[in-house]
């Protein structure tokens, strides 16, 4: 096996990172991971596309996918290479402005548009090239805070693990809504909608291994809502908050949560929040249902916008956009907390994806 494929014959991983460039990020950055110490060693980068905010790999393909954050709003395909990363053809639009995440699902690329307050489905082809057009479902609705919830704001948009259903999380109409994709079209149709605590803001979901249980992070309010997911009838029931920053000192700074990861042994959630810069850990030892909340750590930067779990569940990474680096953990496999390790320079770092 070479080292285009994401793993390497000493059984490292490698990993890609996001960054904005209108902020002074590089593009995409491709890191080895050291399977020892979980250290990044930085190789290669790419300035192919303009704010490449968020990235998703295709596992079957091994094509990587980014967006571009700008108004336009793009995606772009790349090859991993020896070299570093080959673009699949030029940029293809996705009928919105500003996406901030994407992801895969069968052969269509999914995308959230945070600034048109839409998702958009691109068709691929079997190899994983963009095909395009892209058809767009506009969200509507708004919410109490008038600074950020004026519209729709779509956050982010991914498919269940059955592969049925298609659900996407808006922070401008407090809610997530279930789609299904036409068989013919490819287009996403609203199938439901959950309607979380108004002016919460929900930004980010993460499903626990089981497949039933969901996590929705909010952004304007740092809590964290469970849900009962229900994949035959593709209906999201909420049934618990838990707030991820209780009894804060008065004058203290603002949390603004950004991202949520369950475990792959399903035993914790992990959520990084930015303005206290903090990674916490919430334990599920009384079931995927029932998170609570045990401790929290320094992100090791400043405005931890993504959190990634590595393949193991034995290491966290966060990507911290203000302080410019990207920052590992080592997790303790009784308790879930992360232990800081070490951390590399990564301008205007926004996410983190394993190859």
Known sequence: MDDTDGKHRNGGHRVHIGSFTSAGGRGITTADVDPATGALTLLST???????????????????????ETQQGAVVAFRPTREGL???????????????????????????????????SLPLSEDGILCG????????????????????????????????????????????????SDPAT???????????????????????????????????????????????????????EVPLAPGAAPGAARAYPSAVVASPDGRFVW?????????????????????????????????PRDLA?????RRLYAANERSGDVTWFDVDSLTGQPHRAGSVAVPAATCVVFA
């Open 46 to 68: 790419s300035d192919a596309v303009a704010d490449p905010s968020y990235l998703a790999l295709d596992r079957g393909t091994g094509v990587l996918y980014a967006v571009s």
């Open 86 to 120: 080959a673009a699949l053809g030029p940029a293809v639009r996705v009928g919105g402005a500003g996406p901030t995440h994407l992801s895969v699902a069968g052969r269509r690329l999914l995308t959230a548009n945070y600034t048109s307050g839409s998702v958009s």
């Open 133 to 180: 057009p892209a058809s767009v479902l506009d969200h509507r609705g708004s919410g109490p805070d008038a600074s950020r919830q004026e519209r729709p704001h779509a956050h982010q948009v991914l498919p269940d693990p059955s592969g049925r259903w298609v659900l996407s999380v808006d922070l401008g109409t407090d809610s997530v809504r279930v789609c299904a």
């Open 186 to 240: 490819g287009a996403l149709r609203l199938h439901d909608e959950t309607a979380l605590r108004a002016g919460t803001g929900p930004r980010h979901l993460s499903f626990h291994p089981d497949g039933e249980t969901v996590y929705v992070l909010h952004e304007l309010e740092p809590q964290l809502t469970v849900c009962r997911w229900n994949p035959g009838s593709g209906q999201l029931e909420p049934t618990d």
């Open 271 to 303: 959520a990084a929040v930015r303005g206290t810069d903090t990674v916490v850990t919430l334990s599920l030892a009384g079931g995927a249902g029932k998170p609570r909340l045990v401790g929290s750590v320094e992100c090791g930067g400043s405005w």
């Open 309 to 313: 779990a590595d393949p193991s569940g």
